[in-house]
């Protein structure tokens, strides 16, 4: 089992509508929890962070943990084509070594 | 402007040859990281520096090797060992030790194996 899991996609929405991207986690003790767009041959943007259960907000995106269902997700709202991207969940574990796990991503297709 | 630099953009290297991988950042932080990235694919840990002058193996450190002499260096260094290196490589830094987990990339390093 991985130990940082998302759909690869792609996802395909049209321009306007809600995104919701999805990661789910295999440790429990997860401190941490990041989402990153990368555009193609770019490098990875940190966009989102989340500590806590709930909802976080910032602007159009918003992230949400359960750490019950050790799961986390990320809304983009009111999608453009420019939020076209591979999306990346990432994830602190347990101990203190400051270590990510990232899963795969998810392929996002916002259409006109 | 602050920020983690990597150089060169491009690299291309001849079966056998030792080649070296720059990574600078001028943050102050206390943390850097390698990953590797192959197409289609997430981010895989190759090193790891927590502090000058000590450093961690990744999930997949055969191959590579790194230094930490200075708070702002963590060059990687990708020897004959590795037996397919054609990926791209992305430098990381964090605070982590003076608080905050966030890793911050740099631009990438594009290596081919011709």
């Known amino acids: 089992q991985k130990e940082v899991e998302q759909n690869s996609g792609p996802l395909s929405v049209p321009e306007g509508a809600i995104a919701s991207l999805n990661c789910t986690y295999s440790?429990?003790?997860?401190?941490?929890f990041f989402w990153y767009r990368q555009y193609s041959g770019k490098s990875p943007e940190l966009i989102m962070f989340?500590?806590?259960?709930g909802d976080k907000e910032d602007g159009r995106f918003t992230a949400q943990l359960n750490k019950a269902s050790q799961y986390v997700s990320l809304l983009i709202r009111d999608s453009q084509p420019s939020d076209s991207a591979t999306y990346l969940c990432?994830?602190?574990?347990?101990?203190?070594?400051?270590?990510?796990?990232f899963g795969q991503g998810t392929t996002l297709q916002v259409k006109p | 402007d602050g920020g983690i630099t990597q150089s060169p953009k491009y690299l291309f290297r001849k079966e056998g040859q030792n080649v070296t991988l720059s990574c600078e950042q001028n943050?102050?932080?206390?943390?850097m990281y390698w990953y590797r990235q192959d197409p289609g694919q997430g981010l895989r840990l190759i090193y790891y520096?927590?502090?000058?002058?000590?450093?961690q193996k990744g999930d997949i450190a055969e191959g590579y090797s790194v230094s930490r002499e200075k708070k702002e260096s963590f060059p990687l260094t990708v020897t004959s060992a590795q037996k397919n290196p054609t990926a791209f490589y992305l430098c990381?830094?964090?605070?982590?030790?003076?608080?905050?987990?966030?890793?911050?990339f740099g631009p990438g390093t594009r290596l081919t194996v011709l």
């Open positions: 520096s927590q502090i000058v002058n000590d450093f």
């Open positions: 989340i500590y806590s259960n």
């Open positions: 943050l102050n932080h206390d943390a």
């Open positions: 990432a994830v602190r574990g347990s101990g203190n070594t400051g270590k990510l796990i």
């Open positions: 440790d429990r003790g997860s401190q941490s």
């Open positions: 990381a830094s964090s605070p982590f030790a003076s608080g905050g987990d966030e890793q911050f």
